[in-house]
């Protein structure tokens, strides 16, 4: 088992990766977090994999576990889910000494852990992520949140778990289409902080794709490092942790205009095209460097395009960010594959430029 340890000013803790959940009540244990109330929140997908198997690990060091599933879906990560989870710990009195144990991909994780961050001003909480995305970014850093009038996350809370317990095995039933979402965020650590590990995930595309174990876990384990060191450096987002929103400012815009039509990983991954060509219109980029990138968005099935809308509807809905203030633009740019630069310089027409090369006949 490896352990990576999360260093913020709130919280340190620790993030296992193993490729089974046999040491997961040794894990409960070194934390102090068996002999408490156990709520375990999953969703309807992930119950019919791995609920019965984490109801039989967790009912041996506790007997009171009691299980909240919701539906699967973005559209249920809202206030109406929360109401009910409340509902839930109340009628299963979970007190101050009760853990929520998430079990999930981000959806879950988000919701799971602003429950507990909300409820009685605050219990403790572990995540168990069992979607790419969930295991290599959300699970980790402590954002918890829920969507609200289709402003997503616009209600939430940084709050930080007792640990987070992947089992890189849970992959094994997750929808390809979704695991190549995950991926996008797994290319992004590359391309913002780790050149190698970039051509790792490019040159290793195939095995990844097959799910071999050994370079999963290498992989997981390398997107934990890299997203655990910007947290415990900045946790709550003043500057460092901005760099994870590569591929984000134009990703979300195409995310909010589709209406969730594309995975969040895919707007990501044409977001962060046009944030290639914007690093190359800056003198960073090379036309090599930004071919290699597509290429390897492409090895995971990663749309590069779109068809849809037009770069003025685009460019108009980056205001509507919440990361954008005093109407000034935030772009995270490439200064070479493995490196990059926050910048507010751009102007409007660099940035139209750089949403028409995401347009298939540019
Ligand atoms: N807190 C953060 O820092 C942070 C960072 C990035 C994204 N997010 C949030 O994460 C969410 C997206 O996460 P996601 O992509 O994991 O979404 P998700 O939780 O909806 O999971 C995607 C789908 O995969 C299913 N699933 C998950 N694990 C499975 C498994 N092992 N086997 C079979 N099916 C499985 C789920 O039921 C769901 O249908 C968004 O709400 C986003 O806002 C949060
Ligand atoms: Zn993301």
């Known amino acids: 088992m490896e352990k990576i340890r999360v260093e913020t000013n709130s919280k340190p803790y620790n993030i296992w990766i193993d490729n089974s959940f046999d040491l997961l009540l040794d894990t409960f244990k070194a934390c102090n977090c068996h002999q408490s109330k156990l709520c375990i929140v999953t969703d309807d997908n992930v119950e019919k994999y791995h609920l ?67 409820y009685m001003r605050g219990i403790r909480y572990v995540q168990i992520p069992t979607s790419l995305l969930a295991q290599v970014d959300s699970s980790i850093g402590g954002k918890t949140g829920v969507d609200f009038m289709k402003h997503k996350n616009c ?56 799910l071999d174990s050994k370079l999963l876990e290498q992989l997981i384990r390398r997107s934990c490092e890299i997203k655990g060191d910007v947290v415990s450096k900045d946790e709550k987002e003043n500057g460092l942790r901005a760099t994870l929103n590569f591929g984000h400012t134009i990703g979300h ?69 919440k990361k954008t203030k005093n109407n000034v633009l935030k772009f995270i740019v490439l200064k070479a594959i493995g490196s990059c630069e926050i910048t507010t310089t751009s102007t409007k027409s660099d940035i139209l430029h750089c949403i028409e090369t995401i347009y298939p006949n540019n």
């Open 52 to 118: 019965k198997s984490i109801q039989s690990y967790l009912s041996q060091i506790s007997d009171q576990v009691s299980t909240f599933v919701f539906p699967y879906g973005e559209e249920n990560k809202n206030l109406q889910t929360v109401y009910r989870l409340y509902e839930h710990f109340i009628e299963h009195h979970l007190d101050r000494d009760s853990i929520v144990v998430a079990l999930g991909g981000g959806v879950t994780g988000d919701l799971a852990g602003f429950a507990a961050a909300s």
């Open 253 to 321: 815009a195409i995310e909010r205009l589709l209406d969730f039509k594309l995975l969040h990983g895919e707007c990501v991954s044409i977001g962060m095209v046009a944030a290639a060509y914007l690093s190359s219109h800056m003198g960073y980029l090379k036309e090599k460097d930004i071919e290699e990138i597509k290429t390897c968005l492409g090895y995971y099935h990663l749309p590069l395009t779109l068809k849809e809308l037009s770069p003025e509807v685009i460019y108009d809905e980056l205001f509507y960010d």
């Open 155 to 210: 209600v939430g809370a940084f709050w930080q778990p007792e640990f987070v317990f992947i089992n890189t095995q849970t992959l094994g039933t997750l929808p390809e289409r979704e695991l190549n979402a995950g991926m996008a965020e797994v290319i992004k650590h590359g391309l913002i902080h780790d050149a190698d590990y970039f051509y790792f995930v490019m040159q290793n595309h195939e095995a990844i794709k097959n």
